[in-house]
């Protein structure tokens, strides 16, 4: 079965210090994409990042990066002098295999809420 | 220029009643979506329309209904409100359903509070 575990569900740091989202997934699909979304305490779900199954290379982003690791099932994301403006609840997403019409729905974790204190 | 918008963001209203909540994407989408978010943060698909055709219908009591004019836009109203409907609802959409680089993009989503 399809599913994505968030292990951490609150995460608290001072600004400044570098902090990991940990993201482990298990699909039956050789194909698969997988996202990370921020949601904020304003409420909105913003995009973030998109990585196909076929590309481990990590993606660096300004502060954020993101390691892949198709061994680990793994798809953790860093952020590096963590801000206040980083305070938001962060998830990881995967795409189900298609389903009937070959539509495919996103499989969510449960979110992990990053707390930056000044 | 909003990509994704949706009205209202607020509702607050009394048990019973029937209320609807309106999206609208201007990203040429053919692929919308709507998903309750509980208090606890967890997101759940409703439902899914591509080019105006319901695709995704999950376990959601036949109070739910939502409609889609057309490709651009797609509303929900609910019937007979009751407490445990209170959540916050996100409409998105996507370029597309079929693929999975289909990158879903958010509205901002409507409180809806059941009194």
């Known amino acids: 079965a399809q599913k994505v575990t968030q292990a951490q569900t609150e995460i608290s740091v001072v600004e400044k210090e570098d902090v990991t989202l940990d993201c482990v997934y298990e699909t039956r699909d050789t194909t698969y994409y997988l996202f990370w979304y921020k949601q904020p305490p304003s409420g909105e779900l913003v995009f973030l990042i998109r990585?196909?199954?076929?590309d481990e290379q990590n993606e660096i982003s300004g502060r954020y990066s993101w390691n892949f690791q198709k061994s680990t099932s793994s798809f953790n994301f860093t952020i590096t002098a963590s801000q206040v403006v980083d305070s938001a609840v962060y998830f990881c997403a995967l795409s189900e295999p298609p389903g009937a019409g070959n539509n495919r729905k996103l499989i969510w974790g449960l979110g992990t809420s990053l707390a930056v204190n000044p | 220029d909003t990509a994704v918008s949706q009205t209202p963001k607020y509702l607050v209203t009394q048990m019973g009643n029937d209320k609807s909540i309106k999206c609208e994407q201007n990203l040429g989408h053919d692929t919308m979506y709507w998903y309750k978010q509980d208090s606890k943060k967890f997101l759940k698909i409703m439902f899914s329309?591509?080019?105006?055709?319901?695709?995704i219908n999950e376990t959601v009591p036949n109070r739910f209904s939502p409609k889609s004019p057309d490709k651009a836009h797609l509303n929900l109203h609910i019937n007979s409100l009751e407490l445990g409907d209170s959540a916050v609802y996100f409409c998105?959409?996507?370029?597309?359903?079929?693929?999975?680089?289909?990158?879903?993009?958010f509205g901002p989503g409507t409180r809806l509070t059941v009194l």
């Open positions: 329309y591509n080019n105006k055709e319901l695709i």
């Open positions: 990585r196909n199954s076929f």
């Open positions: 998105a959409s996507s370029q597309g359903s079929s693929t999975a680089t289909d990158t879903q993009y």
